[in-house]
């Protein structure tokens, strides 16, 4: 069997970031495609607020166990095959939707969507760390997770753009031959598994696992971060088009659509966290990550779009740099089952996203804007104290790392 990864001096790593990285553009492109278009979707169908935002919240609950069942099946079955059928099958719902004049049947669609789209996530990274060099894979991950935010900007702008230019159902067609133009340069490009072994594991064996790690109090408080992170970020973003389609901005939906070039401040987050976080400890670094966060949220308060620009870039740029670094703990801290414990945080990181889509929309059915920013601001930092006076004690009882 081939044991030697693939090193950055390797054509083929260049070949597999590639790859991963169109694979996971589509996939973060296919998932948020809907943010901008909810509004349109509760003219369009008549429903409430809460009720359009539902094909973001499903599609999140549904990647959620994609993640956990692909994973489990890729363990078993190999990287490559998941990761292909993922971006294959994620492409057949906005074949059908378009056609669709029911809302619900639309929220099923993007049920089973949800699903088929964790099959990336669920065996990328798997991939990057058995198929490259040791000392070349943390740079194949940070280009990966890079393409992550980028996905999810190309998908708002697009989505955005085309939806106001003409109609939100032409959009979802070119994410289709977007999606259909990855998929065959993955199909063909992304090399063979060469360092893969089934895993022996039982289900059973996985799932016990799972509930070491939940029994793990500085990683529960690490999960419950991300949680905490994406219902801030997901719920100012799920908001904003309502925000911003309304006085005393009334700005149009191919205007909002350019707005989300402030996610480039996202994609430098990690890089910059990295840095920071090798010349100040990484507890430091993550803590005024999220008074930033906080603070950028705040910033969209104001009544002028250029506080409110600053405000989501801010965000943006707070948001990342947070999340890239509670990720890096996650995996530095789980002394077993490193793999199960970075799954387990991308669960409760989607969790977030599916609370910041949907069970906060009673906040603005009620208090408009400033009901979602406060609860953003105040749920962050309220969680921040709470985490830090949590860590304190665990470190006197010496269940944690100082």
């Known amino acids: 069997m081939f044991t030697k990864g693939y090193s950055i001096k390797d054509k083929q790593f260049w070949i597999v970031v590639m790859s991963l990285g169109f694979a996971s553009l589509f996939t973060f492109a296919a998932f948020y495609s809907f943010q901008p278009l909810l509004p349109i979707f509760v003219e369009e169908y008549s429903i409430s607020v809460s009720y359009s935002s539902m094909s973001m919240s499903v599609t999140t609950v549904s990647l959620i166990a994609g993640l956990i069942v692909l994973g489990f099946l890729s363990d078993r079955n190999g990287r490559v095959l998941f990761i292909k059928l993922s971006i294959f099958l994620s492409i057949l719902p906005f074949l059908i939707i378009p056609f669709i004049d029911s809302y619900f049947v639309i929220i099923m669609l993007r049920f089973v969507q949800g699903f088929t789209l964790a099959g990336v996530p669920a065996a990328a990274l798997a991939y990057i760390g058995e198929e490259i060099d040791l000392k070349s894979s943390h740079i194949a991950t940070a280009l990966y997770i890079s393409s992550n935010p980028l996905g999810g900007m190309i998908g708002r702008i697009l989505a955005g753009f085309i ?40 289900f059973k064996e996985d799932l016990i696992g799972f509930s070491y790690h939940l029994k793990n109090p500085s990683l529960l408080l690490m999960f419950g971060l991300g949680i905490v992170l994406q219902i801030a970020f997901t719920g100012t973003w799920t908001y904003l088009p309502f925000h911003l389609t309304s006085p005393p901005f009334s700005l149009s939906l191919e205007t909002i659509s350019f707005i989300y070039f402030t996610y480039s401040f ?51 740029f707070g948001f990342f740099t947070a999340h890239s670094l509670t990720a890096a ?62 860590l304190k004690q665990l470190k006197k009882k010496g269940e944690v790392a100082s």
């Open 163 to 202: 939806s106001e230019r003409f109609h939100w159902q032409l959009s979802l067609f070119i994410i289709v031959i977007f999606g259909l133009i990855i998929f065959l340069f993955v199909l063909f490009a992304l090399p063979k598994s060469r360092n893969f072994t089934p895993s022996p594991k039982s």
């Open 266 to 316: 996202g994609i430098i987050g990690a890089p910059i966290a990295s840095w920071l976080s090798s010349r100040f400890t990484l507890e430091r670094v993550r803590s005024s990550s999220i008074v930033i966060l906080t603070f950028g949220v705040l910033c969209t308060l104001h009544s002028s779009l250029i506080f409110v620009l600053i405000g989501l870039c801010v965000l943006c």
């Open 329 to 390: 703990y996650v995996s530095k801290n789980a002394t077993h089952l490193k793999g199960s414990a970075s799954s387990l945080y991308l669960v409760s990181y989607y969790i977030g996203v599916a609370s910041g889509s949907t069970l906060i929309g009673p906040l603005w059915e009620s208090w408009g804007w400033r009901g979602i920013v406060y609860f953003m601001t105040i749920l962050p930092i309220v969680y921040l104290i709470f985490f830090h006076l949590s």
